[in-house]
């Protein structure tokens, strides 16, 4: 299967500090997806990135699908606890799906 | 709109024993896949069904896991015999076929083989 690699492996932040992430692999996908995942559910999906260079937010959230097609970054500006989770990069191909390791995001009040 | 629905949340069976589970999918998507996310890790896919037929099953483990689609709506994935390191949760996503082809996911099958 396709490897993408997720950095950091965990984070842990002050509440209202900003985050980034970010996903690379060695393929080129037609999408880039990002979900969230809470414990003991599934994971939601975040952000659907279509185009290379494309910068889409939802609420505090921006993401950006690389231009290389390689690589997509997650942006959260003023961390809140809600935020806590683990933050997974989903690659496209056709109709198949590739996940990365995820990053784990704790965040302290 | 109604989400992807599976059951049961949690399971807890011996191994060597049979499992299955069951998944309903978003009205409308063609396509369903079958996930494992072992603790720490992301989710695996397992199978994926475009309608009743199979797309790719390259990652099941053939030997002891099975899955159908019969009527091409609700599916089921079933274990036998399970070993220890099938623990994990098993989760169900569905997309459509086309344009905007997104998963959603179920809550996930939690399953202990003790």
């Known amino acids: 299967g396709q490897q993408l690699n997720q950095s950091p492996q965990s984070m842990f932040i002050q509440e209202g500090e900003d985050v980034s992430m970010n996903c690379t692999s060695s393929?080129?996908?037609?999408?880039w997806l990002w979900y969230k995942q809470d414990p003991g559910e599934g994971p939601v999906l975040l952000i659907a990135l279509y185009k290379a260079g494309e910068l889409t937010s939802n609420g505090r959230l921006t993401a950006q699908f690389g231009i290389t097609r390689k690589d997509s970054f997650l942006n959260i500006s003023a961390s809140i606890p809600s935020d806590v989770g683990i933050y997974f990069c989903?690659?496209?191909?056709?109709?198949?799906?590739?996940f990365g390791t995820g990053t784990s995001l704790t965040v302290i009040p | 709109e109604a989400g992807v629905a599976q059951s049961p949340r949690y399971k807890i069976i011996e191994k060597r024993q049979s499992v299955a589970f069951w998944c309903n999918p978003i009205s409308g998507h063609a396509t369903l896949y079958w996930y494992q996310q072992i603790l720490g890790q992301g989710p695996k896919l397992l199978i994926q069904f475009q309608n009743n037929g199979v797309v790719d099953d390259s990652q099941l483990p053939k030997d002891r896991f099975s899955a159908e689609r019969l009527k091409g709506v609700d599916s089921t994935l079933k274990i036998q015999p399970a070993k220890l390191e099938d623990s994990a949760v098993y989760l169900c996503a569905s997309s459509f076929v086309g344009t905007n082809t997104e998963a959603f996911f179920g809550q996930g099958t939690r399953l202990t083989v003790v």
């Open positions: 393929s080129i996908f037609n999408t």
């Open positions: 989903a690659g496209q191909l056709g109709n198949q799906f590739y």
